[in-house]
């Protein structure tokens, strides 16, 4: 939405008196072509941004799994370097984690960006992350879902407590590089064109509410099958349902399981990636809250305008 000329100055316009700009993930899109048009894309507006922030302003960048090259090499490295201590909830990876982070870094500004992850301690009692680790622990179908599904039959699964950053790593990580490579390689983008989100269109046809609903019914009549052959194979386990407000509800359960996993107990946690803002009027504010430890989860929406995504209210 930020490439459209209204919320792009919208936005700006707030970022005036701001002392520090926190970008919470999936930055640039890395999946949808070769990441040299990714860049283009994205060239005008961070630089747009950073010439809104006052001089002073700190940026800092927490990628997330649609921009993980951000990061990657950077992790790659300190996996190379030796045996080091599990990744804490934040680590900072200064200005320059990767060539493509520095060109980042260098269109917001180089002096005043750093970059973290794979959280950020916004202040003692809010944390913030991209929210992509909860695709490991989710019921929802996903292809990350079922691909870190196989992932943990060969690198172990996630601890329901006393789990570190690298748990999740492992069985992401591996993906996120594939997805890039795979993008990296097309020759064909739809970047400039606007094209929709692929998860978008695949949950519009598993819902029959694309231009052909027949299709979508007829492949959703398929799914419990499916699951269930899904399930016995261990790659889950995951649920049938499909729908937007069971897209809300299991990612919602996911990132209670990933604060618990990690043990964070902070009263705020700040996530994103699901693309659906909140907790908004109407909800359940039980659902937005980790019981055993009271932290609410906060969601702070996309910039991606994918309605399918948003059951409950606009953004």
Request: aromatic share 6%.
């Amino acid at each position: 939405m930020l490439r459209r000329p209204g919320p792009l100055a919208e936005f700006c316009a707030r970022l005036s008196d701001i002392d520090r700009l926190i970008l919470l993930g999936d930055l640039i899109e890395f999946r949808e072509g070769p990441e040299r048009e990714a860049m283009q894309v994205a060239q005008p507006v961070l630089l747009t941004i950073g010439q809104a922030l006052k001089p002073e302003a700190q940026v800092v960048v927490v990628p997330g799994n649609h921009d993980h090259a951000l990061i990657a090499p950077w992790l790659a490295a300190r996996a190379a370097a030796g045996p080091a201590p599990p990744l804490r909830l934040q680590e900072d990876a200064g200005a320059a984690p990767s060539a493509l982070g520095a060109q980042v870094a260098d269109w917001l500004g180089a002096e005043r960006t750093t970059f973290a992850y794979p959280g950020v301690w916004v202040r003692e009692d809010v944390y913030a992350t991209h929210g992509h680790y909860l695709d490991r622990l989710t019921t929802l179908p996903t292809l990350e879902r079922l691909a870190s599904g196989a992932m943990m039959r060969v690198s172990g699964g996630v601890p329901a407590r006393g789990a570190t950053p690298d748990d999740f790593e492992r069985g992401l990580g591996p993906i996120y590089a594939w997805l890039h490579n795979v993008a990296n390689q097309s020759l064909a983008t739809g970047l400039d064109r606007g094209r929709q989100n692929p998860s978008a269109k695949a949950w519009e046809m598993l819902a029959g509410n694309g231009r052909r609903p027949w299709f979508g019914r007829a492949l959703a009549a398929l799914v419990p099958i499916a699951i269930a052959g899904i399930n016995r194979a261990g790659l889950g386990p995951v649920r049938s349902t499909l729908s937007g407000e069971e897209l809300r509800l299991a990612s919602l359960r996911g990132m209670r399981d990933v604060t618990t996993a990690l043990g964070l107990r902070p009263p705020h946690v700040i996530f994103g990636h699901t693309h659906r803002a909140g907790p908004l009027p109407g909800d359940d504010h039980a659902e937005w809250t980790v019981a055993e430890s009271g932290t609410r989860l906060i969601n702070d929406g996309a910039w991606v305008d994918e309605p399918i995504f948003s059951v409950g209210g606009p953004e």
